[in-house]
């Protein structure tokens, strides 16, 4: 992989899977939603998906993805039990919590990256 802005580098290690369940259910204490279970299981086109019955998925990949990436997935998925789209709110209030969580700027709070 080349070292540019558009070119996402997996991290030395990954994170253990059970350190990123905490992580999500810190972050849904947080936003006030109730998980009902995560899944972590190899994804082709997304970060994440969410039920409307409260389960998440993440892709596998996302584990050796920076922590502001996984960060950003997590609080998106979330706030989907929340909220359906990508309105207005929505896009305020994911803001506000990443910039909460990381005061200084970062590229991927405009929207992660897709995957194709």
């Not at 299981?41 to 039920?51: A, D, E, H, I, V």
């Not at 996984?70 to 506000?96: C, D, S, Y």
């Not at 990381?102 to 990256?113: E, F, L, Y």
Request: glycine content about 6%; aromatic content about 6%.
């Amino acid at each position: 992989m080349t070292e540019d802005n558009t070119t996402l580098r997996p991290l030395e290690e990954t994170v253990p899977a059970e350190l990123f369940k905490a992580e999500v259910y810190a972050w849904a204490r947080r936003i006030g939603v109730e998980v009902k279970g995560i899944t972590l299981r190899p994804m082709r086109r997304k970060w994440g998906s969410c039920s409307t019955r409260g389960h998440l998925t993440f892709d596998t990949g996302l584990l050796a993805q920076p922590a502001a990436l996984r960060r950003e997935v997590i609080v998106e998925e979330l706030l989907h039990l929340k909220l359906p789209n990508h309105g207005q709110l929505f896009k305020a209030l994911k803001a506000a919590y990443l910039a909460e969580a990381d005061p200084s700027p970062s590229p991927t709070t405009q929207s992660a990256p897709c995957r194709s």
